[in-house]
């Protein structure tokens, strides 16, 4: 179609319909007698195409046991958006690969327009994909990204599919094409240098993290590539730091995790240590007075002659774990959390007595969160019983405290923690309400510094009771509940 135009310069400027055809022609007709005009010689074509709005799954090729990260791409055609939301599925072979996460950076379009993603796989074999944001996505790039292990050993290859049932966008209108992607993979040659893969398979997951345990306590030494892969901080040594970051890799796939600051108060206190039987002692792992502690690492020492290591019981749920290794009369527990673990019991430890000796004794010490708050704990047992003083943590009070024991009520146990701000002699007596010394919890020379001890009132009776710090420059007391 054509405007009018002076004959006189010889150039037509014209357009054509958003229609395809062949064997077009032109023709030139004279406004002024329409019966006058002239068809071109030769036809042409006219192709129309519309650009599909399309989801491209990538495609990518690696080796067997390595990390592969596809991006998943959109293509926009003018007209087309996607209005806050966006959910879709990708398929794959649960048998041939891993999947670890999915995310965004600058420059890919969930991040640049201001959205937000999650992906998850709830069943094997599928990621689920939801994106919201309140800026319509209306350009063309790469969406996100997810990335995969190749868990297969042998050379071999791997759909991504997907369909436009599964990204249900603007059906009617503009449906979503999907492009499917495929992985292919040579099988792994030689030794795994991945970061982190201690067990040289290729795959980095808890086992790797507890050959580092293993290591770190002497049970079984990496060395060669191993010990390298291990060394998942690069500092020359393979020790907790690396069990940490290997855990956090595995959970949150984050190798660089920070831990945040703790409240100098947290602690790891052993309250409740009690006799099942004659010979078999149960340990609870308390964590105390704490905030943001996503790591706690116990080590219990004790005399193999005396004492014999059962089992570890886990309190942690969820994305979090308890892990225990033994050897020569040292146990380590260590604790993980990708959220902030809460107060109360995290675990116990069970131990068999193994003599009659009236003053044995099982030593220990924490730290959380890596190191940003530690403290020992020293359990005295004889013959059916346990009394335990704990110095808190290495921060000196400035002054007296006497806090009120947790849980209030109990039955039988409680704990009870105190602070001393400079050494001495102290007591920590118990009372009833008609003054009766009924228990004494500590007795002796104190180092400064906090400490706790804990009460079983199981040959008391219900009622109220009365604990007292006492000392040459202090007597505290508090009132605590026992229900039976």
Not at 111 to 139: E, H, Q, R
Not at 193 to 220: P, S
Not at 296 to 320: D, H, Q
Not at 477 to 484: A, G, P, Q, V, Y
Request: a negative charge.
């Amino acid at each position: 179609v054509a405007t009018s135009v002076d004959a006189s310069t010889g150039t037509f400027a014209f357009t054509v319909p958003n229609i395809s055809s062949t064997e077009c022609l032109i023709r030139i007709s004279d406004t002024d007698d329409t019966n006058v005009f002239d068809v071109s010689n030769s036809s042409f074509t006219i192709n129309y195409n519309v650009t599909d709005p399309t989801i491209t799954i990538g495609s990518a090729t690696t080796v067997a046991g390595s990390y592969v990260t596809i991006p998943i791409d959109l293509t926009a055609p003018t007209g087309f958006k996607i209005d806050y939301l966006l959910q879709g599925k990708i398929h794959f072979n649960a048998s041939k690969l891993k999947f670890l996460y999915g995310g965004y950076d600058p420059g890919m379009l969930v991040n640049d327009f201001a959205w937000n993603g999650t992906f998850y796989s709830a069943f094997p074999g599928t990621v689920d994909i939801i994106l919201s944001g309140n800026a319509p996505i209306n350009a063309s790039g790469t969406l996100f990204y997810l990335t995969f292990q190749v868990i297969d050993a042998n050379a071999g290859s791997t759909d991504l599919t997907s369909s436009t049932s599964e990204f249900p966008v603007d059906v009617l209108e503009y449906p979503l094409t999907v492009v499917n992607g495929t992985v292919t993979y040579s099988a792994g040659s030689g030794t795994s240098t991945n970061r982190g893969d201690a067990t040289l398979n290729y795959i980095v997951d808890i086992f790797d993290a507890l050959a580092v345990i293993y290591h770190w306590i002497g049970l079984y030494p990496l060395s060669g590539q191993a010990f390298i892969n291990a060394d998942a901080d690069f500092d020359g040594n393979v020790d907790i730091d690396d069990y940490l970051r290997i855990i956090f890799f595995v959970y949150l796939h984050d190798w660089d995790f920070v831990f945040p600051s703790v409240s100098p108060s947290s602690s790891i206190a052993l309250g409740g240590a009690s006799f099942e039987n004659s010979e078999t002692i149960t340990i609870p792992i308390d964590l105390a007075n704490s905030n943001n502690v996503q790591s706690a690492e116990v080590t219990f020492e004790f005399n193999p002659i005396e004492f014999e290591y059962i089992n570890t019981n886990s309190e942690l749920t969820g994305n979090a774990n308890l892990k225990t290794a033994v050897k020569d009369g040292k146990i380590t527990v260590v604790g993980v959390s990708t959220q902030e673990i809460q107060n109360g019991n995290i675990g116990a430890v069970r131990f068999k007595k193994l003599t009659n000796s009236t003053n044995s004794e099982i030593s220990s010490t924490y730290k959380l969160n890596n190191g940003k708050v530690s403290g020992s704990n020293l359990l005295s047992i004889g013959n059916g019983t346990i009394t335990g003083v704990k110095d808190n943590n290495t921060e000196i009070p400035i002054k007296y405290e006497l806090s009120q024991n947790y849980p209030n009520p109990f039955n039988p146990t409680t704990i009870i923690k105190f602070a001393v701000p400079k050494a001495g002699y102290y007591h920590l007596n118990v009372y009833n309400i008609l003054g009766q010394k009924m228990m004494t919890l500590v007795e002796g020379q104190l180092q400064a510094g906090y400490h706790s001890s804990v009460f079983d009132g199981a040959n008391l009776a219900s009622g109220i009771y009365i604990y007292s710090l006492e000392g040459e420059n202090v007597n505290l007391s508090r009132k605590m509940l026992l229900i039976k």
